[in-house]
Structure formats: structure tokens, C-alpha cells
């Protein structure tokens, strides 16, 4: 059995940031492995002031990524996410939750709104094809402050992608109430398996050997400028229903 949690591409509006995760299950045994930061960034193109605007992921307190127009260019940093959280030897235990608090900071010099995206799926080891017959719902990021984060389609089992917006400014400075406290994989998952019986021999095999697991986080940001029109034409959501201005 071999879970690996990584990221993949996202698209990015005015200014997005992809934080690339890696953990490794082998076994009973579990590693870290680090992977780069991936950035993918476009000119919004109504009034938008692009050199002033930033962002930054943060996890359990600590900068992971960030990207911000210093000194008329970008300067980025970037690292992993989840690489503390398992002590040395330890190992990964299904069910059991992990501290895991993520939350976005406005690292920018103009105010802001922030919506995060958040991808979780299966796929086959080392391969980019996806294993629909596990559910994404089996990789629990556990997400707090739903007064603060507004979900889209709430309720919906089984989707790949969470949406969240968070409502109100972020002002230049300022860092938003956590979306995220935890992370774990359901225990369920070891009940997900297919048993075989031929003469004598009865044979069990875990949906899980053999998959990886996928949690993307995706971060970006919108002008505060003509905000209504700027969300609609940015995320293609009506700002004023969803609640967020």
C-alpha cells in the first residue's frame, strides 16, 4: 500500500498560489518527501494593480509560500506542506487526525479578496490516472470557521474540488481566520476491499494498495476595486449572493 499526497496545475486570475504537498505511506512505514512550488500568474485586466498585491500560505503559524511584488519584480518562497507532521519514526495511522491549520495572510500592499480551492483525489501509484472508485470524502481535511469561509455548493459528497471565499476584505497586513485545523485519512478506506475465494483460499485485497491520495490547495486574489464586477468577471460568482462583500 503506498499513499502519496502531492499537487498538481491550477489556473490561476489575478494572482494564484499552488502549494505542493508530499507524504508518503509505505507500508506501515511513512517518509516525507519535499516538492517544489509551482506558480502560475496572469494580468487581471480591469484596473487591477498587479505589482502591489500578494499572498501568503501559512501552516500551524509558519510562511510556506508566498509571492509578493517587492522592488518592481515578484519574489517568491516556497516549501511543502506536512513535512512536521509526523515525528521521526513515526507512522501514519488511519483514522487519526493531524494537526494541520492552514489559513491565507494578505502580504500585499493593497486590500484584497481571497478564495481557496482545495483538490483531493486518487490515483493510481506513480501514475497521473485517477481511481474513481474511492471516494475523495476518505481524505479528510478537517475545515473550521464556516461563519468566515463561505462554501461553495455546500453538501455535496464525493466532489474533487472545495471552494471557499472568504467573506469580506482581507486587508493588507492582515491574516484570515483559519480554514483548515486537521488532516486524516479515513479509516473506512480499510474496509474498502474485494475478497476472493478460490477452493481454500481466500484471498483480500485493499482498494488503497497500490493508490496514491491528492490534496491541492490553491490560493488566489481579486482587487477590491469594482469588486462586484471584478469577482464576477474574476471566479464567475455573483459576490453579493454567495455573501462574501
Same mark, same amino acid.
Given at each position: 500500500?503506498?499513499?502519496?499526497?502531492?499537487?498538481?496545475?491550477?489556473?490561476?486570475?489575478?494572482?494564484?498560489?499552488?502549494?505542493?504537498?508530499?507524504?508518503?505511506?509505505? &507500508?506501515?512505514?511513512?517518509?516525507?518527501?519535499?516538492?517544489?512550488?509551482? $506558480?502560475?500568474?496572469? *494580468?487581471?485586466?480591469?484596473?487591477?494593480?498587479?505589482?502591489? #498585491?500578494?499572498?501568503?500560505?501559512?501552516?500551524?503559524? @509558519?510562511?510556506?509560500?508566498?509571492?509578493?511584488?517587492?522592488?518592481?519584480? +515578484?519574489? /517568491?518562497? &516556497?516549501?511543502?506542506?506536512?513535512?512536521?507532521?509526523?515525528?521521526?519514526?513515526?507512522?501514519?495511522?488511519?483514522?487519526?487526525k493531524y494537526n494541520e491549520k492552514l489559513t491565507?495572510?494578505?502580504?500585499?500592499? #493593497?486590500?484584497?479578496?481571497?478564495?481557496?480551492? #482545495?483538490?483531493?483525489?486518487?490515483?493510481?501509484?506513480?501514475?497521473?490516472?485517477?481511481?474513481?472508485?474511492?471516494?475523495? @470524502?476518505?481524505?479528510?481535511?478537517?475545515?473550521?470557521?464556516?461563519?468566515?469561509?463561505?462554501?461553495? *455548493?455546500? &453538501?455535496?459528497? @464525493?466532489?474533487?474540488?472545495?471552494?471557499?471565499? $472568504?467573506?469580506?476584505?482581507?486587508?493588507? &497586513?492582515?491574516?484570515?481566520?483559519? +480554514?483548515?485545523?486537521?488532516?486524516?485519512?479515513?479509516?473506512?478506506?480499510?474496509? /474498502?476491499?474485494?475478497?476472493?475465494?478460490?477452493?481454500?483460499?481466500?484471498?483480500?485485497?485493499?482498494? $488503497?494498495?497500490?493508490?496514491? +491520495?491528492?490534496? *491541492?490547495?490553491?490560493?488566489?486574489?481579486?482587487?477590491?476595486? *469594482?469588486?462586484?464586477?471584478?469577482?464576477?468577471?474574476?471566479?464567475?460568482? @455573483?459576490?453579493?449572493?454567495?455573501? #462574501?462583500?
Open positions: 500500500m503506498k499513499n502519496k499526497k502531492k499537487a498538481s496545475r491550477g489556473r490561476g486570475i489575478t494572482y494564484l498560489l499552488l502549494a505542493l504537498a508530499a507524504v508518503l505511506l509505505l &507500508g506501515s512505514a511513512v517518509g516525507s518527501t519535499r516538492a517544489a512550488l509551482t $506558480y502560475y500568474s496572469e *494580468n487581471y485586466t480591469a484596473e487591477i494593480q498587479v505589482h502591489q #498585491i500578494g499572498v501568503s500560505l501559512l501552516e500551524n503559524g @509558519d510562511v510556506v509560500s508566498s509571492r509578493n511584488y517587492v522592488n518592481d519584480r +515578484f519574489q /517568491e518562497t &516556497g516549501g511543502a506542506l506536512l513535512t512536521k507532521m509526523l515525528g521521526k519514526e513515526e507512522k501514519l495511522v488511519l483514522g487519526k491565507v495572510s494578505n502580504s500585499g500592499s #493593497i486590500d484584497e479578496y481571497v478564495r481557496v480551492r #482545495i483538490y483531493k483525489y486518487w490515483t493510481e501509484k506513480d501514475s497521473d490516472r485517477k481511481v474513481t472508485t474511492l471516494s475523495p @470524502d476518505l481524505i479528510k481535511l478537517n475545515l473550521v470557521n464556516t461563519g468566515q469561509w463561505v462554501e461553495s *455548493n455546500p &453538501g455535496v459528497k @464525493d466532489k474533487e474540488c472545495t471552494e471557499l471565499y $472568504y467573506k469580506g476584505i482581507l486587508p493588507s &497586513g492582515s491574516t484570515a481566520a483559519e +480554514f483548515a485545523d486537521g488532516i486524516s485519512i479515513d479509516g473506512q478506506l480499510a474496509a /474498502e476491499a474485494e475478497i476472493k475465494q478460490e477452493g481454500n483460499t481466500i484471498t483480500t485485497t485493499y482498494k $488503497y494498495d497500490g493508490v496514491e +491520495f491528492h490534496v *491541492n490547495v490553491e490560493v488566489d486574489a481579486v482587487q477590491t476595486h *469594482n469588486a462586484q464586477d471584478a469577482i464576477l468577471s474574476a471566479w464567475g460568482v @455573483d459576490a453579493a449572493s454567495l455573501g #462574501i462583500l
